[in-house]
């Protein structure tokens, strides 16, 4: 598998070129053969939420119950997420959710799928499909759960536990700013330079699951991003 991870293609060749839409991409998605992980996957699972929201929450991969639905973060960390947002005073209706890697990596332990964190290939090949959701969006706040998504959009030296909470310049903060320089101003399709916006990196609602002190990880999390529901307030 090694080799074949290596030599992932990539997802580039399989976004249509004249895809105006969420959905046609959603659509096309589907197809995807980028890297290998579409192989043991039950689906690709692409983002969901209104192209106009003016929050994008970009997290990791799909889990096993994300996998089996089609949708992101309808597992317990989707639940978590969705009560953490809630907290901290965000607009589910104006929240547009992916992950940066759009298929379940897993390895089998019996009959149970357990998560395994995508590799930088897996992250490298899937980006492609994040670029294209970002040309489509135009949102005032992105918010990057864990460090996965972190490095697909940051690069792989930024650091959550050391810039978490804090609101960055996007897309000047990207790994390739010019990758989301353009955005939707139209429904013709026609585009222009995306005015400032802000990014915020947090823990993934996973890493509050996991914690011994639960209680606390998720008061961080709420915290972090209740700065991105200010950010927008003001």
Same mark, same amino acid.
């Given at each position: 598998?090694? !080799?074949?991870? @290596? ?15 969420? #959905? !046609? *991409?959603?659509? #096309?998605?589907? +197809? ?24 994008? *929450?970009? =997290?990791? /991969? &799909? ?6 639905? +089609? ?6 960390? =989707? ?20 992950? %940066? ?5 897993? !390895? *089998? ?6 998560? /395994? ?11 492609? $499909?994040?670029? %294209? ?5 135009? &949102? ?5 759960? =864990? ?17 978490? =909470?804090?609101?960055?310049? $996007? ?14 101003? @139209? ?17 993934? &609602? ?27 307030? +003001?």
């Amino acid at each position: 598998m090694a !080799e074949q991870t @290596d030599n992932a293609p990539g997802a580039q060749r399989f976004i249509p070129p004249d895809a105006d839409t969420i #959905a !046609e *991409l959603r659509t #096309a998605s589907g +197809g995807c053969r980028g890297c290998e992980l579409y192989r043991d996957a039950t689906q690709t699972v692409f983002g969901r939420g209104d192209e106009s929201a003016r929050v994008v *929450l970009v =997290g990791e /991969q &799909p889990g096993d119950m994300e996998d089996q639905k +089609g949708l992101p973060f309808v597992g317990p960390a =989707g639940r978590l997420l969705r009560k953490a947002v809630d907290d901290a005073g965000l607009d589910p209706a104006q929240i547009y959710l992916t992950n %940066a890697v759009k298929h379940f990596r897993f !390895e *089998l332990r019996g009959r149970r799928r357990i998560h /395994q964190t995508p590799d930088r290939v897996h992250i490298t090949a899937c980006r492609p $499909w994040l670029v %294209a959701e970002f040309a489509r969006l135009d &949102p005032e706040i992105v918010v990057v759960l =864990g460090a996965t998504a972190a490095k697909a959009l940051l690069g792989p030296s930024f650091r959550v536990t050391r810039q978490r =909470g804090e609101l960055l310049p $996007w897309p000047a903060s990207a790994q390739h700013p010019e990758d989301f320089i353009q955005v939707p101003v @139209d429904s013709a399709g026609e585009r222009d330079d995306a005015p400032p916006a802000r990014l915020l990196a947090t823990i993934h &609602p996973s890493a509050v699951l996991r914690a011994d002190d639960q209680d606390t990880a998720y008061e961080g999390l709420v915290a972090d991003l209740t700065v991105a529901a200010r950010a927008l307030a +003001g």
